[in-house]
Protein backbone atom coordinates (compact mmCIF):
# COMPACT_ATOMS: atom_id res chain seq x y z
CA UNK A 1 0.00 0.00 0.00
CA UNK A 2 1.12 3.50 -0.94
CA UNK A 3 1.89 5.38 2.10
CA UNK A 4 3.27 9.01 2.91
CA UNK A 5 4.43 9.81 6.71
CA UNK A 6 5.29 12.79 8.03
CA UNK A 7 7.00 13.99 10.75
CA UNK A 8 9.24 16.73 12.37
CA UNK A 9 5.99 18.64 13.99
CA UNK A 10 5.71 19.99 17.33
CA UNK A 11 5.31 23.06 19.92
CA UNK A 12 7.63 26.05 18.63
CA UNK A 13 7.29 29.50 20.03
CA UNK A 14 6.66 32.79 17.51
CA UNK A 15 9.56 33.18 15.63
CA UNK A 16 10.98 29.90 15.61
CA UNK A 17 11.79 27.10 13.06
CA UNK A 18 10.87 23.46 12.05
CA UNK A 19 11.34 21.22 9.81
CA UNK A 20 8.44 18.41 8.66
CA UNK A 21 9.56 15.57 6.88
CA UNK A 22 7.46 13.54 4.27
CA UNK A 23 8.82 9.99 3.59
CA UNK A 24 7.18 7.52 0.98
CA UNK A 25 7.17 3.80 0.51
CA UNK A 26 6.26 1.90 -2.55
CA UNK A 27 6.38 4.68 -4.33
CA UNK A 28 9.26 7.57 -5.94
CA UNK A 29 8.48 10.82 -4.97
CA UNK A 30 11.14 12.27 -7.68
CA UNK A 31 7.98 10.89 -10.12
CA UNK A 32 5.55 13.13 -8.08
CA UNK A 33 4.30 16.49 -7.93
CA UNK A 34 4.46 16.98 -4.20
CA UNK A 35 2.25 19.61 -2.21
CA UNK A 36 1.85 20.22 1.12
CA UNK A 37 -1.25 21.35 2.82
CA UNK A 38 -2.08 21.92 6.23
CA UNK A 39 -5.60 23.00 8.10
CA UNK A 40 -5.94 24.95 11.16
CA UNK A 41 -8.93 24.37 13.43
CA UNK A 42 -12.22 25.36 12.29
CA UNK A 43 -10.77 25.95 8.95
CA UNK A 44 -11.12 24.53 5.26
CA UNK A 45 -7.47 22.59 4.29
CA UNK A 46 -5.71 24.89 2.44
CA UNK A 47 -2.48 24.27 -0.22
CA UNK A 48 0.32 26.29 1.08
CA UNK A 49 2.99 25.04 -1.29
CA UNK A 50 3.86 22.49 -4.16
CA UNK A 51 6.77 21.68 -6.37
CA UNK A 52 6.10 20.28 -9.30
CA UNK A 53 8.30 16.83 -10.89
CA UNK A 54 10.11 19.10 -12.88
CA UNK A 55 11.11 21.49 -9.93
CA UNK A 56 8.85 23.89 -10.22
CA UNK A 57 7.86 25.68 -7.36
CA UNK A 58 4.32 27.58 -6.13
CA UNK A 59 4.14 29.40 -2.83
CA UNK A 60 1.01 31.00 -1.34
CA UNK A 61 1.11 34.37 -0.19
CA UNK A 62 0.76 33.45 3.61
CA UNK A 63 4.08 31.27 3.45
CA UNK A 64 6.34 33.41 0.53
CA UNK A 65 9.74 34.16 2.23
CA UNK A 66 9.34 32.49 5.41
CA UNK A 67 8.47 28.46 4.12
CA UNK A 68 10.59 26.83 1.77
CA UNK A 69 10.13 22.85 -0.14
CA UNK A 70 12.92 20.54 -1.27
CA UNK A 71 13.39 17.23 -2.57
CA UNK A 72 15.77 14.69 -1.06
CA UNK A 73 15.71 12.19 -3.91
CA UNK A 74 18.56 9.46 -2.19
CA UNK A 75 16.08 8.90 0.78
CA UNK A 76 13.19 9.52 -1.38
CA UNK A 77 11.38 12.37 0.98
CA UNK A 78 10.28 15.66 0.68
CA UNK A 79 11.19 18.61 3.22
CA UNK A 80 8.84 21.58 4.53
CA UNK A 81 11.67 24.07 6.00
CA UNK A 82 9.30 26.69 8.15
CA UNK A 83 10.66 29.51 9.57
CA UNK A 84 9.58 33.13 11.37
CA UNK A 85 6.73 30.72 12.64
CA UNK A 86 3.71 32.77 13.30
CA UNK A 87 0.39 31.95 15.27
CA UNK A 88 -1.57 31.78 12.51
CA UNK A 89 0.90 29.03 11.35
CA UNK A 90 -0.90 26.41 13.53
CA UNK A 91 -2.12 23.68 12.27
CA UNK A 92 -2.01 19.71 11.21
CA UNK A 93 0.34 19.69 8.37
CA UNK A 94 -0.49 17.46 5.59
CA UNK A 95 2.14 16.09 2.26
CA UNK A 96 0.02 15.23 -0.96
CA UNK A 97 1.86 13.37 -3.50
CA UNK A 98 0.03 13.71 -7.44
CA UNK A 99 0.95 11.85 -10.34
CA UNK A 100 0.46 12.51 -13.98
CA UNK A 101 -2.86 11.04 -13.92
CA UNK A 102 -3.84 13.36 -11.02
CA UNK A 103 -4.52 10.42 -8.26
CA UNK A 104 -3.36 11.55 -5.03
CA UNK A 105 -1.78 10.15 -2.14
CA UNK A 106 -2.05 11.96 1.33
CA UNK A 107 -0.05 11.52 4.71
CA UNK A 108 -1.80 11.51 8.08
CA UNK A 109 -0.51 15.02 9.27
CA UNK A 110 1.51 16.23 11.62
CA UNK A 111 0.61 19.26 14.61
CA UNK A 112 2.41 22.34 14.41
CA UNK A 113 1.67 24.81 17.03
CA UNK A 114 3.36 28.28 17.45
CA UNK A 115 3.06 30.05 20.99
CA UNK A 116 2.87 33.38 21.10
Known amino acids: QVQLVESGGGLVQYGGSLRLSCAASTLILDYYHIAWFRQAPGKEREGILCMTNNGSTTYADSVKGRFTISRDNVNNAVYLQMNSLKPEDTAVYYC??????????WGQGTQVTVSS
Open 96 to 105: NARDLWARDV
